[in-house]
């Protein structure tokens, strides 16, 4: 069968009925790659699965969340969607209000959002509202509004957003024919992990009867400048060059930590070096061009690695949250630099040292 997007995948475990409109853009059905280089570069003989959520149509994972909060928005007769975002909440928003003829407005924080991001949610017509403050400070205020005007809030605090989102963890479970030892991922609002823990456990439940599914230890990961929930207070200016999760006050923070606690994994940190450090990796020794953000998983996964956390053969999944093409500006910054050439075949040979 055609492939039909999340909801029509996994609609015996959503919120869905027949008389939802469902508004997608065939989100999901991303692949599981295995890493094979990283594997060896890594020198580990656990297998290494990496799930590329920068294949979903507005490159990153939100699409999820948002084919089921924005298909709920238009069942319940909403004319209008707000959301607060470091970027990639608001492409996918302005993308899904545009395919459902509803009316969007994003708070971001002003200059702080990624190139990619900001262009996607001009370009399908949202009203794009730079705030004088960081994220916290804008959800916040789209909290308000959502409370006191007709307007859906398409952050991860609604609860559909979640729902979609654990569709990932059933994808993995589908592609894997289990749970993964260990689950590595990025933590930002913290939404996500959230989702991806609540999926691997209705999974198990669902599948009970026929076969005993393994629950993997979830491995969170957050910026050293803007670690709220490793800390264990908030942080009132939350630095680093991953601007996704470039976040001082977690909205699912106990979520994160239920998440953490029940599957005794962990949420730690890892520097803005050792994000830098796995985005290369990513794409020099496997292909994938990532976000920052999205290589927190990694980072946090060769941190661990070199720690000597892993006794025995295990098998590790990495989420990779965004696409590369989101943050242009950050691999320019660090990638080799372009050589300018005179247009001859001996200046052009030379460079090539023939
Ligand atoms: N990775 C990427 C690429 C993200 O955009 C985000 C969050 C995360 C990881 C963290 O996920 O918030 O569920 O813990 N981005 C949000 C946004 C905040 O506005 O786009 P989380």
Redesign the pocket.
């Known amino acids: 069968m055609v492939y039909q997007g999340v909801i029509r995948r996994y609609k015996n475990y959503l919120p869905v009925t027949e008389k939802t409109p469902i508004i997608t853009l065939l989100e999901g059905d991303t692949p599981l790659i295995e890493a094979e280089n990283l594997r060896v570069s890594l020198g580990v003989d656990s297998k290494i699965y990496l799930k590329y959520e920068g294949l979903n149509p507005t490159g990153?994972f939100?699409d999820r969340g948002m084919t089921v909060a924005v298909s709920k928005a238009v069942e319940e007769g909403a004319s209008a969607v707000i959301c607060a975002?470091?970027?990639?909440?608001?492409a996918s928003a302005a993308a899904y209000a545009a395919k459902a003829k509803l009316k969007c407005v994003v708070l971001i924080p002003e200059g702080a959002v990624a190139l990619g991001k900001l262009s996607q949610a001009l370009i399908h017509g949202a009203e794009v509202l730079a705030i004088k403050g960081n994220?916290d400070d804008a959800l916040h205020l789209a909290r308000e509004i959502s409370n006191k005007y007709p307007v859906v809030l398409v952050n991860?605090i609604n609860p559909h957003r979640i729902e979609g989102q654990k569709t990932a963890a059933f994808e993995i479970v589908d592609s894997l024919g289990d749970a993964p030892d260990y689950h590595f991922m990025?933590?930002?609002?913290?939404?996500?992990?959230t989702a991806y823990w609540k999926g691997y456990r209705e999974y198990r439940k669902i599948f009970q009867e026929k076969r005993k599914l393994k629950l993997p230890r979830m491995m969170g990961f957050q910026a050293e400048g803007a670690a709220p929930i490793v800390r264990g207070h908030p942080i009132k200016k939350p630095r680093t060059i991953a601007t996704?999760?470039r976040?001082g006050n977690?909205a699912s923070w106990k979520k994160a930590e239920e998440a953490r606690d029940e599957s005794k994994g962990v949420i730690d940190i890892v520097s803005d070096k050792e994000i830098i450090e796995a985005y290369r990796m990513l794409s020099s020794v496997e292909g994938l061009f990532v976000?920052p953000?999205?290589a927190a998983s990694v980072a946090g996964l060769v941190k661990y690695v070199r720690q000597g956390y892993f006794s025995q053969s295990s098998t590790i999944v990495c989420i990779l949250?965004?696409h590369g093409l989101k943050d242009p500006d950050r691999a320019i910054k660090v990638a080799r630099k372009v050589r300018v050439v005179k247009a001859d075949l001996k200046s052009v040979a030379n460079q090539m040292r023939l």
């Open positions: 990153s939100k975002s470091t970027g990639n909440t608001s994220f991860s990025p933590v930002g609002n913290a939404g996500n992990i996704a999760i976040i977690p976000e953000a999205s949250t965004g």
